[in-house]
């Protein structure tokens, strides 16, 4: 049972590059998330699922994209990449109680 | 809006001592406040829930309260040991919204030796 893994869990990527973080969860949640950490801000949500085919918008949803073709992966898209987007990303998913399992994240620099 | 505070940005004690650390609310009153723990290059892990008609969860060394009155949960963690030295992060869960949850800054707890 690995939980929830992430990949790749470092990028570089230059200014105007796309990439796309993958997330796996093997617990069979429904209910996925995307964050993003940066000192002094805390975790902060970009988008997240409810289940299958369905994706909503966080709370700094701009400059990304996400989908959840199938229930145990949740993708998170960068279509052009911008330094602001410099940051630590975790993927997460929620058990009954609402209590979320995070992933180890994957540390992105935009040059 | 709703926004979940946590003052201090750094704790540091001595081992064996008792760390509180606090998380703060402002307006209503959460379903549920959750504490998680994120050592340095991690994602966070969850400790404990209280639900908002709690006033108080244990877990081991763990112990968590809820004041609706203040607007705030304590964090306790007695007979501190320095694997205990980790950020403590508070998160509020609404319920209604996707389990969505909103986290505090952190602390940054050290027990020293």
């Known amino acids: 049972n690995a939980g929830v893994t992430q990949t790749p869990k470092f990028r570089v990527l230059k200014t105007g590059q796309s990439m796309t973080l993958l997330c796996a969860q093997d617990?069979?949640?429904?209910?996925m998330y995307w964050y993003r950490q940066d000192p002094g801000m805390g975790l902060r949500l970009i988008h997240y699922?409810?289940?299958?085919?369905?994706?909503a918008k966080g709370e700094v949803p701009d400059g990304y994209n996400v989908s959840r073709l199938k229930k145990q992966n949740f993708l998170l898209g960068l279509e052009s990449a911008a330094p602001s987007q410099t940051s630590v990303y975790f993927c997460?998913?929620?058990?009954?109680?609402?209590?979320?399992?995070f992933g180890p994240g994957t540390r992105l620099t935009v040059t | 809006s709703q926004k979940i505070e946590q003052n201090s940005e750094a704790l540091n004690i001595q081992e064996g001592k008792t760390a509180t650390l606090t998380c703060n609310y402002t307006?209503?009153?959460?379903?549920?406040l959750q504490w998680y723990r994120q050592d340095p290059g991690r994602g966070p892990v969850f400790l404990l829930l209280?639900?908002?008609?709690?006033k108080e969860k244990r877990k081991e060394r763990l112990k968590v309260t809820f004041d609706t009155t203040l607007k705030q949960s304590l964090f306790h963690i007695t007979a501190s040991q320095p694997a205990d030295s980790a950020t403590y992060l508070c998160a509020q869960l609404n319920t209604g919204t996707a389990s969505k949850l909103t986290f505090g800054t952190g602390t940054r707890l050290q027990v020293t030796l």
């Open positions: 209280i639900r908002e008609n709690e």
């Open positions: 617990m069979n949640h429904e209910y």
């Open positions: 307006n209503y009153s959460p379903a549920y």
């Open positions: 699922s409810v289940g299958e085919g369905t994706t």
């Open positions: 997460a998913s929620s058990g009954e109680m609402g209590e979320q399992y």
